[in-house]
């Protein structure tokens, strides 16, 4: 059983910084594609940024240029670099792998509370 859990979350100020990581565990897999997605209370889910196998990355038009994803395939983790934070990143930050294409069978981690706010 693949378990994906996120740390790092936390309380920063506007204009701030924080790091997530995202560690797989349990059975050994090489997911192909990984990616963070976010929701905000009263929202849909939404992607962040992700990577594929390849190492080709994609962002949400609102992270660009503040958010930089990276992934150590080796040890199957994920991070995500998030600058100049706004109030408007705060969300419930979620992993997510995929062994091949994105699909509903894909894994997701539990989340990590990322709060913006003075």
């Known amino acids: 059983q693949v378990q994906l859990v996120e740390s790092g979350g936390g309380l920063v100020q506007p204009g701030g910084s924080l790091r997530l990581s995202c560690t797989a565990s349990g059975s050994i897999f090489r997911f192909n594609a990984m990616g963070w997605y976010r929701q905000a209370p009263g929202k849909q889910r939404e992607l962040v940024a992700a990577?594929?196998?390849?190492?080709?990355?994609n962002y949400a038009d609102s992270v660009k240029g503040r958010f930089t994803i990276s992934r150590d395939s080796a040890k199957n983790t994920l991070a995500l670099q998030m600058n100049s934070l706004k109030p408007e990143d705060t969300a419930v930050y979620y992993c997510?792998?995929?062994?091949?294409?994105?699909?509903?069978?894909?894994?997701w981690g539990q989340g990590t509370q990322v709060t913006v706010s003075s």
């Open positions: 997510r792998g995929a062994l091949s294409s994105w699909s509903p069978a894909d894994y």
């Open positions: 990577i594929g196998g390849g190492g080709s990355r």
